[in-house]
């Protein structure tokens, strides 16, 4: 019989116990799914970023089109919105929400040779935010680009992958500043 035993971990002797803070586990400290039935619903929308920094040679075969797979921007763009919708099958306990609208947009960087990576995911009268949903459609967006340039280059780095703005809900609105 396996026996599955977790507690909440101080990680700081200063800070104020993580286990009152996280939103995701029990009394015990086990993982769980909140209970988001009670909450009001709102429009919440997120925005999330990543970079794939490529190098010169591959950055220029993408901003040519010339790469043995295809239109890379135009599949990653694809890949990102529809790893946006599929986002409650890879993270756990993440909350199936009807997605309102969802826009991944990429540009190129010329100076660092690199794609700069941007999903806008909303919903309208949700209890819960989709702030998952921005973050997988950045990291699928980003993930496409690395496979459809990987023949040409192993050296590819995926940097930066963040939050930038959530709006709606109780927690209030949220903006990255820049530093």
């Known amino acids: 019989m396996l026996i599955h035993t977790t507690q909440c971990r101080q990680y700081s002797t200063t800070a104020p116990s993580l286990c009152s803070k996280l939103t995701h586990t029990d009394s015990s400290g086990a993982a769980s799914m909140v209970d988001v039935g009670q909450k009001t619903p ?5 925005v999330a970023a990543a970079t794939v920094h490529l190098g010169a040679p591959v950055f220029e075969l993408v901003r040519a089109n010339q790469m043995k797979k295809g239109d890379v921007l135009a599949v990653a763009r694809l890949a990102g919105i529809m790893g946006c919708k599929h986002t409650p099958l890879l ?4 909350h199936n929400i009807a997605i309102s609208h969802a826009d991944v947009t990429l540009s190129l960087d010329d100076a660092r040779h690199a794609i ?3 999903a806008t995911v ?3 009268l949700a209890q819960t935010g989709v702030e998952m949903e921005a973050l997988t459609a950045a990291s699928v ?3 496409t680009i690395y496979d459809m ?3 040409a280059s192993k050296d590819i780095v995926i940097s930066n992958v963040q939050l930038v703005s959530k709006t709606g809900g109780k927690s209030g609105d949220f903006y990255r500043t820049e530093s």
């Open 42 to 46: 709102s429009t919440r929308t997120a």
């Open 91 to 94: 993270i756990p306990l993440c």
């Open 116 to 118: 700069s990576v941007r």
């Open 122 to 124: 909303r919903t309208s």
């Open 141 to 143: 967006a980003a993930l």
């Open 149 to 151: 340039c990987k023949a």
